[in-house]
T-cell receptor, first 114, second 119 residues
Framework: ELKVEQNPLFLSMQEGKNYTIYCNYSTTSDRLYWYRQDPGKSLESLFVLLSNGAVKQEGRLMASLDTKARLSTLHITAAVHDLSATYFCAVVSPPAGNNRKLIWGLGTSLAVNP | DTGVSQNPRHKITKRGQNVTFRCDPISEHNRLYWYRQTLGQGPEFLTYFQNEAQLEKSRLLSDRFSAERPKGSFSTLEIQRTEQGDSAMYLC?????????????????FGPGTRLTVT
């Protein structure tokens, strides 16, 4: 059974600093997604990573995927307060007929302080 | 607006009452998912449909929960005899799942959620 682990689960950082959130998964998968959720709001798709070595960047966020290590990272550069949110990674479950679906991590709650 | 919509956005009910939520997915999407989320947790999978067929239901899901997607478009989630532990945000998501050889997409688009409070 595919399991997805994120760490850290809570992260408090200062504005201007850099940090990385990690997402490990337990079995082979070829698709990984990062989502953002603001408090009391729904989830917003950030990145879709489709192949080994994929790297995507949007503003101060950069996501990468290493399918051999079963690891994705979400790197935050020069954090600003607006990035405060919970970040989830989700991995597509291994092929099983028609029932592939997303398996979710617990999320990383990020607070960026002045 | 062509995103996923959910109604109602908020529902307060007394324990023991039945509630029904509706989700309207993005129109061309063939898959529809229901999740439950409590404070500080990730989305907990409840069930999903491909077109009108319910393909999977979580083993954790009580038989008080039922979902339908009768015409492969909108879906309803009903909770019977609500309990205080049912208080949560109920999220609906849709996706256009296609799988052609090495190409596939499972990206899910979420609605705003229905926040249920059971008193």
């Amino acid at each position: 059974e595919l399991k997805v682990e994120q760490n850290p689960l809570f992260l408090s950082m200062q504005e201007g600093k850099n940090y990385t959130i990690y997402c490990n998964y337990s079995t082979t998968s070829d698709r990984l997604y990062w989502y953002r959720q603001d408090p009391g709001k729904s989830l917003e798709s950030l990145f879709v990573l489709l192949s080994n070595g994929a790297v995507k960047q949007e503003g101060r966020l950069m996501a990468s995927l290493d399918t051999k290590a079963r690891l994705s990272t979400l790197h935050i550069t020069a954090a600003v307060h607006d990035l405060s949110a919970t970040y989830f990674c989700a991995v597509v479950s291994p092929p099983a007929g028609n029932n592939r679906k997303l398996i979710w991590g617990l999320g990383t709650s990020l607070a960026v302080n002045p | 607006d062509t995103g996923v919509s959910q109604n109602p956005r908020h529902k307060i009910t007394k324990r023991g009452q039945n509630v029904t939520f509706r989700c309207d997915p993005i129109s061309e999407h063939n898959r529809l998912y229901w999740y439950r989320q409590t404070l500080g947790q990730g989305p907990e999978f409840l069930t999903y449909f491909q077109n009108e067929a319910q393909l999977e239901k979580s083993r954790l899901l009580s038989d008080r929960f039922s979902a339908e997607r009768p015409k492969g478009s909108f879906s309803t989630l009903e909770i019977q005899r609500t309990e205080q532990g049912d208080s949560a945000m109920y999220l609906c998501a849709s996706s256009s799942v296609w799988d052609r050889g090495f190409s596939s997409s499972y990206e899910q688009y979420f609605g705003p959620g229905t926040r249920l409070t059971v008193t």
